[in-house]
């Protein structure tokens, strides 16, 4: 079965970075695009970064553009995303999802990230 599983989550100082990481398997990985959404304390999701299924494009919500690098690795079937630059604003927890006709149809179980001094 699909099975997405995030790792890399923690308490970070502002300013700090963090290396999100996700396992993926159950599917041909290398077929889809992926993507990173997250959920701040209190708020809705919020759609971060995706990536076409060939790391060829990708694309960043306005407020992470220039701080937050997104990547995969076919081989290993894993997506990443590295944060830089962190900010209070960036704690929220933070799903993989695997995107498919214009939805998100599966999803890891997230990981925390904590932004604070």
């Known amino acids: 079965q699909v099975q997405l599983v995030e790792s890399g989550g923690g308490l970070v100082q502002p300013g700090g970075s963090l290396r999100l990481s996700c396992a993926a398997s159950?599917?041909?990985?290398?077929?889809?695009?992926m993507s990173w959404v997250r959920q701040a304390p209190g708020k809705g999701l919020e759609w971060v970064s995706a990536?076409?299924?060939?790391?060829?494009?990708?694309l960043y919500t306005g407020s992470v553009k220039g701080r937050f690098t997104i990547s995969r690795d076919n081989a290993k079937n894993t997506l990443s995303l590295q944060m830089t630059s962190l900010k209070p604003d960036d704690t929220a927890v933070y799903y993989c999802?695997?995107?498919?006709?214009?939805?998100?149809?599966?999803w890891g179980q997230g990981t925390q990230v904590t932004v604070s001094s």
């Open positions: 990536i076409d299924s060939g790391s060829g494009e990708t």
């Open positions: 999802a695997r995107d498919y006709a214009g939805r998100y149809d599966y």
């Open positions: 159950g599917f041909t990985f290398s077929s889809y695009w």
